[in-house]
T-cell receptor
Framework: ETGVTQTPRHLVMGMTNKKSLKCEQH?????MYWYKQSAKKPLELMFV???????ENNSVPSRFSPECPNSSHLFLHLHTLQPEDSALYLC???????????????FGAGTRLSVL | AQKVTQAQTEISVVEKEDVTLDCVYE???????LFWYKQPPSGELVFLIR??????QNEISGRYSWNFQKSTSSFNFTITASQVVDSAVYFC???????????FGKGTRLHILP
């Protein structure tokens, strides 16, 4: 089983829809991350969770709402998105946000989101 | 502020050629980490290597090698005898010790032609 699993792999939604992206990690890590990858832009960090507490929120619009019910699962709830939100959304996990291996992040395959 | 520059947007080489991907970084921190990740067409970023700022030894792993030079703030990645399966986007990244963030470069898209 892969370390970090994201579902769905592809999602098409209208601007008035509500949907959720799911991420699950099987690595026993304590920290999880959401990134946005748009065409021709660097990877943008959106949210960081450590031990289920949000420790980073990079000025992300409120139409993106993260949820971390436990250290293995991370969700990104989407509502009233805009076409410019179309991108690849990547989830990652790491051992923790502190410690020797704190910043080796392991990524899922992403959800490719298209907003119509 | 931290910054990672990958000046090569796209490279194409013929299979079995060697290819070097350049990475230049900027930071005022004395303790930092450098990374390379590979993103194949399937989408996930695959961790390749992490080096800390106190270890300038070059590293070789099979056909992959990395050249870390603090004097030029560079962390270049060489693939020897490239193969079609090496085709991917490669990201160089930087993290400072006091921070959780990884700053990624824009990536270099590598095409290995058969």
């Amino acid at each position: 089983e892969t370390g970090v699993t994201q579902t769905p792999r592809h999602l098409v939604m209208g601007m008035t829809n509500k949907k959720s992206l799911k991420c699950e990690q099987h690595l026993g890590h304590n920290a999880m991350y959401w990134y946005k990858q748009s065409a021709k832009k660097p990877l943008e960090l959106m949210f960081v969770y450590s031990l289920e507490e949000r420790v980073e929120n990079n000025s992300v619009p409120s139409r993106f709402s993260p949820e971390c019910p436990n250290s293995s699962h991370l969700f990104l709830h989407l509502h009233t998105l805009q076409p410019e939100d179309s991108a690849l959304y990547l989830c990652a996990s790491s051992q923790d946000t502190a410690g020797r291996d704190k910043n080796i992040q392991y990524f899922g395959a992403g959800t490719r989101l298209s907003v119509l | 502020a931290q910054k990672v520059t990958q000046a090569q947007t796209e490279i194409s080489v013929v299979e079995k050629e060697d290819v070097t991907l350049d990475c230049v970084y900027e930071t005022r921190d004395t303790t930092y980490y450098l990374f390379w990740y590979k993103q194949p067409p399937s989408g996930e970023l695959v961790f390749l290597i992490r080096r800390n700022s106190f270890d300038e030894q070059n590293e070789i792993s099979g056909r992959y090698s990395w050249n870390f030079q603090k004097s030029t703030s560079s962390f270049n990645f060489t693939i020897t005898a490239s193969q079609v399966v090496d085709s991917a986007v490669y990201f160089c990244a930087l993290s400072v010790n006091r921070d959780d963030k990884i700053i990624f470069g824009k990536g270099t898209r590598l095409h290995i032609l058969p």
